[in-house]
């Protein structure tokens, strides 16, 4: 059926806000409660407690992504509204185990692991929903729903913190829970409007009947050269990416002392993340085809500038400067994937499309953390990590770049393709009625004569 442009579609909307709120501003406040745990768990003998640390939040962001492909095949196969009800269930479950530990080591499962996946599973259909209910409006809701994000990232951190001087981390955890739940209750408003895979396939209502391994698992995009690039460039930039967010709060506790408020760092990176996306998602418009990579590439080139001016800020205010900017490219990278997805592969292989990019990028979001907490271990500062984590945006930024002059060159030799075949069609059909004739007129003088 046509999307309703609205109705019970704006429900659907704020509770997929809320999704993206409750996953992505838990996961960007990460700092804030990294700094709890180091001084909850961390002990003077330890002398690897930052890098066992940043393996809990490293896992937590690393795992929303690389669960993708596989919540993308689950919501084909059982829809929108199972598939994030049972995720923000496990979510639940796991944030709720997280609040019981007393070593960091189940912190990896229950944390990393559980929590991060059932973050995945709800997160995933809270953006195919959107395309039952709207089409005409789907880039204002879209700005809408991921600014969601924003908005949690901005004010959860002074909220953990709060919570964190006036209660212990546990009880943190268990608050936090809170967020999960109404995320669970938000999953039941995602009432389909297209006939799911069970009705499609099955025929009768109960029987189900997998579909074919080619609908399920579509790796025909990636014979697309252009987007080939795109899935590995991208991962190849996102090394670094990530250890801002894990690491930020601690390098400024250490150089600053306790004299700054270092969740601020947080709230510029929210409030300009969130100007980015509307900012450059409009800009994004007036640009053609797949050259809205650049803007990626301009992305890339800021984060990783600013990722090595962190350690050279001897001032509070030059870092608040610093995030200010970073944040803007973040949600400049962020608010195009899709619409640089939609130009390479079309809209009929997007989603999967999508799924395994976000899979790809799991394995450098995870590591990059552990790296640099590694490196603070053994230097006792993190300046190096800083500088370091600066080097892969731009060579991945460096790798796009050669994008839009592959996918052109890509469409050329596609709309060569049906000339060709156009002309070795109408060749068939001309000597098939050569033949035809040929044959039928014998056939009439016969029976003329007879």
């Given amino acids: 059926p046509e999307p309703p442009e609205g109705g019970w579609g704006w429900v659907v909307m704020l509770a997929a806000m809320w999704c993206n709120g409750a996953v992505f501003g838990i996961q960007n406040s990460c700092g804030v409660l990294f700094v709890s745990m180091l001084r909850l768990f961390g002990g003077s003998e330890d002398n690897q407690m930052a890098f066992k640390t940043a393996w809990v939040s490293s896992l937590s962001m690393g795992?929303?992504?690389f669960c993708s492909p596989i919540?993308?095949?689950f919501t084909d196969l059982f829809g929108c509204r199972k598939v994030a009800v049972v995720g923000a269930a496990v979510g639940l479950a796991g944030l709720l185990a997280s609040s019981f530990v007393s070593t960091i080591e189940p912190l990896y499962f229950t944390y990393g692991i559980l929590f991060a996946c059932g973050c995945s599973f709800a997160y995933q259909p809270s953006l195919v929903i959107l395309g039952h209910y709207f089409k005409k409006r789907l880039g204002l809701v879209n700005g809408i729903v991921t600014a969601g994000s924003s908005l949690f990232t901005v004010s959860l951190p002074f909220l953990l913190r709060v919570l964190l001087d006036s209660v212990d981390l546990f009880n943190t955890l268990r608050v936090l829970c809170i967020l999960m739940f109404i995320l669970f209750l938000a999953g039941f408003?995602?009432?389909?409007?297209?006939p799911d895979t069970k009705d499609k396939e099955g025929g009768k209502k109960g029987k189900f009947r997998f579909p074919p391994g080619k609908k399920i698992c579509n790796f025909s995009v990636f014979k697309v050269p252009s987007y080939r690039i795109w899935a590995f460039g991208i991962p190849a930039a996102l090394f670094g990416y990530f250890v801002p967010y894990v690491h930020l709060m601690n390098h400024v506790k250490e150089r600053f002392d306790d004299s700054v408020p270092e969740e601020v760092l947080l709230l510029c990176l929210g409030i300009t993340s969130g100007v980015g996306r509307l900012i450059f998602g409009r800009v994004a418009?007036?640009?053609?085809?797949?050259?809205?990579i650049y803007l990626q590439v301009a992305s890339f080139f800021f984060i990783g500038l600013m990722s090595m001016m962190i350690p050279l800020c001897n001032v509070f205010g030059a870092l608040i400067a610093v995030c200010l900017f970073m944040g803007l490219f973040d949600g400049c990278f962020i608010c195009i994937m899709a619409p640089i997805a939609f130009e390479l592969v079309g809209a009929q292989d997007v989603s999967q499309a999508i799924?395994?990019?976000l899979g790809l990028m799991s394995v450098p979001m995870t590591v990059g953390p552990p790296i640099a907490g590694l490196l603070h271990d053994k230097l006792g500062t993190y300046n190096v990590a800083f500088y370091l984590a600066g080097v892969p945006p731009l060579i991945g930024g460096a790798i796009l770049c050669c994008i839009p002059w592959v996918h052109e060159r890509q469409k050329l030799k596609e709309r060569a393709k049906p000339v060709d075949g156009e002309t070795t069609e109408k060749m068939l059909e001309n000597e098939s009625t050569?033949?035809?004739n040929t044959t039928e007129k014998p056939v009439r003088e016969l029976e003329s004569g007879i």
């Fill in 71 to 73: 919540v993308s095949i």
């Fill in 63 to 65: 795992m929303v992504f």
């Fill in 355 to 357: 799924g395994f990019l």
């Fill in 189 to 194: 408003t995602y009432k389909p409007l297209v």
């Fill in 285 to 292: 418009d007036y640009i053609p085809g797949a050259k809205k």
């Fill in 434 to 436: 050569l033949v035809s």
